[in-house]
């Protein structure tokens, strides 16, 4: 059985950061990309980011220079460090590999 796992987030000021991990099992981690996607309350969910199996990232517009997303393929986890967070950023944070999606752990940017 395929889970993900993800953690991390929280409430934060902006201009915070925080760090989402998002840890597998039951699947071959290292032979698929990290999808990484948010849904805003009440808006449709949207691409944040992706990790490729040869580590290769791509990043949204809106998020780039201030996301950064790894791998540590040994531990079945992927990462997303997020900085300079923005009341933007608030959002659902799902992890999705193959076609698995995590749970979400919910990111909150706020005053």
């Known amino acids: 059985q395929v889970q993900l796992v993800e953690s991390g987030g929280g409430l934060v000021q902006p201009g915070g950061s925080l760090r989402l991990s998002c840890t597998a099992s039951?699947?071959?981690?290292?032979?698929?990309?990290v999808h990484w996607y948010r849904r805003p309350s009440g808006k449709e969910r949207e691409f944040v980011a992706i990790s490729t199996v040869s580590n290769q990232t791509m990043y949204s517009d809106s998020v780039k220079g201030r996301f950064t997303i790894s791998r540590d393929n040994a531990r079945s986890s992927a990462y997303q460090q997020m900085n300079n967070l923005k009341p933007e950023d608030t959002a659902v944070y799902y992890c999705?590999?193959?076609?698995?999606w995590g749970q979400g752990t919910q990111v909150t940017v706020s005053s």
């Open positions: 039951g699947i071959t981690f290292s032979a698929y990309a």
């Open positions: 999705i590999v193959q076609h698995y």
